[in-house]
């Protein structure tokens, strides 16, 4: 199945109509990804509200439906600008296989602002042709291509990622879509239709005396029954009102975060900090006076001291040539006074009298060739100035450069505080917003309250049937002698034994493959084989435990915010991947929370290997430039697509190209 084109025409924030290429193809190239941008209430949830009201119409999980009715969703849905004589409409184009041919279908509904009889108008097109086969059995044959159960496995949003994340069991759309997988509802709809042959058989057999208490009990059955499908449908919709009252609280809680309110009910911490880190300051401040007050001004003619050092240990080297040149002097007057009492000949003595004067003359005009002496430094001056330039001068100027970072870090760290206090929302703002939260929260316990009321009530009416079920099969082991149908009332209950360890080993094995699949497509998006080697699903609720190496549970709490999401992603996928349908994957705001290496995974591991066609709806913040980038780079992208909201004109408006 490949969705190949979409049309909106007056629906939501899409004014008139536009057309979308969905086609995953760009040029003669077969490419997965078809990318939406949009800003925060630009249209993207519409847009995925679309698909899903074209496929499924009344029964469609839509995410602003709400607990609202199908006709009132269905106004709510009307661009309030439309033009008086246009409809609201909507066109889905998709191809599929049927009879090894390829198909294209044209699914249309269109609706007023006051629909007819509460619901839209149903066209199915065949090219230009209308297919009313199809258009009256619409429901039938979209739930062979697509149950409904399972299109959540192939559209879903992050914030259903983020609830599958968070849960220790999955929630309850996942557990319908896992049953209808593995096939768990036939064996269920085997056993009811066991049920009805079994009471078949006691009425037909029981006496009148017998058969109004057995009418009796079955009328019981009944009314509990249909009181067990009316506080179902109550749970779900108490579900859904504690999921609106949630997302209420989350609204509160983020205005008040985002207004001030937070920073307000922290303000005297926030003052005591300043307080502290000017504290800091000015402790450095002093510091650094004190080592401005020492010897560190001095490497401000470092070069100075250089010149210096180099001319005191050259004039200390003259006055020692200048006191050797007078040892020497005194050593040769005394070899010529010995010389002379010596048997030598005046001759000899005059050459080397000659010989030495010579010498003593040389050592002395080099001597006052080099006489440049102006420094006078002693030998204690000079070791200091040395010391100076070879250790503490650099020692210092270190330790002032680390001081001085550490002051220009606190007074960033003070300049972020001073923001942030008068960033804080004044006192009368603070109260409605404090107020707002407490409202919300308040809502929320009621909720949760009436959701737990209506729990308790489910489970009541559910243990009240088994009950009743119970004493019919009593009833008919006590009253019922007849031993033909006695046989086939007993073989029924073996049937229905059957059934039971039938559904647990279908559960089992078919539990098998998917945890095979969810490990692979975890550990594929984790790229961290040390972490997790295998991922087990519980057969009853179908939670997920997780295992290392060597066979030891890991707690899903080691793994980080980011993790938990790419494991829920894995389950999805996993799922999707077990099915064996070759549908198109949709999703909206798909990388909520995750950090740079794990966008990076999801970005180049699972969008272009999800299915054939896979439509992203992002935000700037979301798939940002080195995402599409890498997108881009990999030929992945068919389409991208820019949701442009015009503020002026309360439009959405689709353009060619992404944010970047």
């Not at 990318?35 to 074209?54: Q, S």
Request: hydrophobic fraction near 35%; glycine fraction near 4%; charged fraction near 30%.
């Amino acid at each position: 199945m490949i969705f190949t084109e979409l049309v909106l025409q007056n629906f939501g924030p899409y004014l008139g109509r536009q057309v979308i290429d969905l086609r995953p193809q760009f040029k003669d190239q077969l490419r997965p990804i078809i990318l939406f941008g949009g800003m925060n209430g630009g249209g993207k949830t519409t847009l995925m509200d679309a698909i899903r009201l074209a496929l499924y119409g009344q029964r469609a999980q839509c995410s602003t439906r709400g607990n609202l009715s199908y006709n009132d969703f269905l106004v709510q849905c009307v661009n309030r600008n439309k033009p008086p004589m246009e409809n609201t409409r909507i066109e889905l184009v998709f191809e599929h296989v049927e009879d090894d041919q390829i198909l294209e279908l044209r699914v249309v509904r269109y609706w007023d602002k006051n629909p007819k009889d509460g619901k839209d108008t149903l066209g199915v097109l065949e090219g230009d042709w209308p297919r009313t086969d199809l258009r009256d059995t619409w429901d039938e044959y979209i739930e062979n291509m697509l149950p409904l159960g399972i299109s959540n496995l192939f559209l879903f949003d992050g914030e259903q990622v983020k609830e599958l994340a968070e849960q220790e069991t999955p929630p309850p759309v996942v557990v319908e879509a896992i049953q209808s997988l593995l096939g768990l509802e036939l064996a269920e709809r085997l056993s009811i239709d066991l049920d009805i042959l079994v009471s078949r058989k006691r009425k037909k057999l029981a006496n009148e005396s017998e058969r109004q208490s057995l009418e009796e009990i079955e009328e019981r059955l009944s009314r509990y029954q249909e009181e067990y499908e009316a506080a179902k449908q109550d749970l779900g919709a108490l579900q859904g009102k504690v999921k609106y009252a949630e997302k209420n609280q989350r609204k509160a809680w983020d205005k008040f975060v985002s207004e001030g309110g937070k920073i307000a009910s922290e303000r005297t911490q926030l003052e005591k900090q300043k307080r502290n880190l000017q504290e800091q300051l000015d402790s450095l401040r002093e510091e650094l006076g004190e080592l401005a007050a020492g010897v560190l001004p001095l490497v401000m003619i470092q070069p100075l001291l250089a010149e210096a050092l180099l001319q005191g240990e050259k004039e200390a080297k003259h006055q020692q040539a200048k006191i050797s040149r007078d040892v020497v002097k005194e050593r040769s007057d005394r070899l010529l006074a010995y010389l002379a009492e010596i048997n030598l000949t005046s001759e000899q003595i005059d050459k080397i009298q000659f010989f030495l004067e010579q010498e003593d003359k040389d050592l002395s005009s080099h001597l006052a060739a080099e006489e440049d002496l102006w420094l006078s430094a002693d030998e204690d001056t000079l070791s200091i100035i040395a010391n100076l330039l070879r250790h503490h001068l650099g020692d210092r100027v270190k330790y002032t450069l680390t001081k001085l970072q550490k002051r220009k870090t606190i007074e960033q760290e003070i300049t972020f505080t001073e923001r942030q206090l008068a960033a804080a929302a004044s006192p009368e703002i603070y109260q409605q917003l404090e107020q707002a939260v407490r409202d919300t929260e308040a809502a929320l316990v009621d909720a949760k309250t009436n959701y737990e009321t209506g729990r308790r009530r489910h489970d009541e009416l559910e243990r009240n049937i088994k009950g009743v079920k119970k004493e019919l099969a009593e009833y008919s082991a006590v009253n019922i002698d007849r031993q033909n149908d006695e046989h086939i009332i007993q073989s029924a209950n073996k049937v229905q034994e059957t059934l039971k360890v039938f559904r647990e080993r279908l559960t089992l094995r078919k539990l098998n493959k998917l945890e095979s699949e969810v490990t692979e497509c975890f550990l594929y998006l984790l790229h961290k084989s040390d972490l997790v080697n295998r991922v087990v699903i519980d057969t009853h609720s179908f939670s997920l435990s997780l295992f290392d190496m060597e066979g030891k549970p890991v707690p899903k709490h080691r793994l980080s915010a980011g993790e938990k999401q790419l494991l829920a992603i894995a389950f999805l996928w996993g799922l999707a991947r077990v099915s064996g349908r070759q549908l198109p994957v949709a999703i909206d705001t798909p990388l909520g929370r995750l950090d740079s290496s794990h966008r990076h995974n999801l970005v180049e591991r699972y969008f272009p290997s999800a299915s054939h066609q896979v439509i992203l709806l992002s935000t700037d913040t979301e798939i940002g430039k080195v995402e599409v980038e890498n997108l881009r780079e990999h030929e992945a992208l068919s389409h991208e697509y820019l949701l442009k909201y015009q503020t002026n004109a309360h439009k959405t408006v689709v353009e060619n190209g992404y944010f970047w």
